[in-house]
């Protein structure tokens, strides 16, 4: 079964920090995503990504996130100046392709700002 | 504003128990998802509709457009069904952009 991989899967950062999350998607897809869920929230979406560019995003996914993908394997979320409100579950996932198509979801990296 | 509502929100059944867990949105989609969500947090897709019924085992999930309506069932519940169900859906306008809601906790008790 092929998966998406994230890393890591914990972290816990000073408030003002930058933090960048990373991810492994499958493979052979195209499409790129991320999620954010705040504890006991439900899931927003924050970014998509195709063809290496950002192909749309959320209000939440201003000034402060970034998307990148710096290689042919890894897309990697960073957050420039971390906030106290930025601690959440972060959500990476991919598609073969554009979404109405099965999506598969990483295990989600925790992030703690303090 | 909820572009997506599920209900109940949360709901705990006996082991052996016919299980529906709905979902209503007010936008015009091209999809929807049904995603469970484990206790540790991951995510699996369970199910992609764009109209009509699928079955997977023992879940069931249909799709009315016209209602704006979805339910997935789980037939013959069993403790390890016990997760949080999101339902997610595919605004016709945003191509990449997911419409979640809150979820359905669901505890199946042996």
């Known amino acids: 079964e092929p998966e998406v991989t994230q890393t890591p899967s914990h972290q816990v950062t000073q408030m003002g920090q930058e933090v960048i999350l990373r991810c492994v998607p499958i493979?052979?897809?195209?499409?790129f995503y991320w999620y954010r869920q705040i504890l006991g929230q439900k899931v927003e979406f924050l970014v998509s990504f195709y063809n290496n560019e950002i192909s749309e995003k959320s209000e939440i996914f201003d000034d402060q996130f970034s998307v990148e993908r710096p290689d042919g394997s890894n897309f990697t979320l960073k957050i420039r100046s971390t906030k106290l409100e930025d601690s959440a579950m972060y959500f990476c996932?991919?598609?073969?392709?554009?979404?109405?198509?099965?999506?598969?979801f990483g295990e989600g990296s925790w992030l703690t700002v303090v | 504003k909820n572009e997506v509502e599920q209900s109940p929100q949360n709901l705990t059944a006996q082991e052996g128990e016919f299980i529906t867990i709905n979902c209503s949105y007010s936008?015009?989609?091209?999809?929807l998802h049904w995603l469970q969500q484990h206790p540790g947090g991951g995510i699996v897709s369970l199910f992609m509709l764009s109209s009509g019924k699928k079955k997977h085992g023992r879940l069931i999930a249909t799709i009315n457009i016209q209602e704006k309506h979805s339910s997935l069932h789980i037939t013959a519940s069993h403790p390890r069904d016990s997760a949080v169900y999101i339902c997610?859906?595919?605004?016709?306008?945003?191509?990449?952009?997911?419409?979640f809601g809150t979820g359905t906790s669901l505890t199946v008790i042996p």
């Open positions: 493979s052979n897809h195209l499409y």
């Open positions: 936008v015009g989609i091209s999809a």
């Open positions: 996932a991919s598609s073969s392709r554009q979404g109405g198509n099965t999506i598969y």
């Open positions: 997610a859906v595919l605004h016709y306008n945003t191509g990449n952009q997911f419409y």
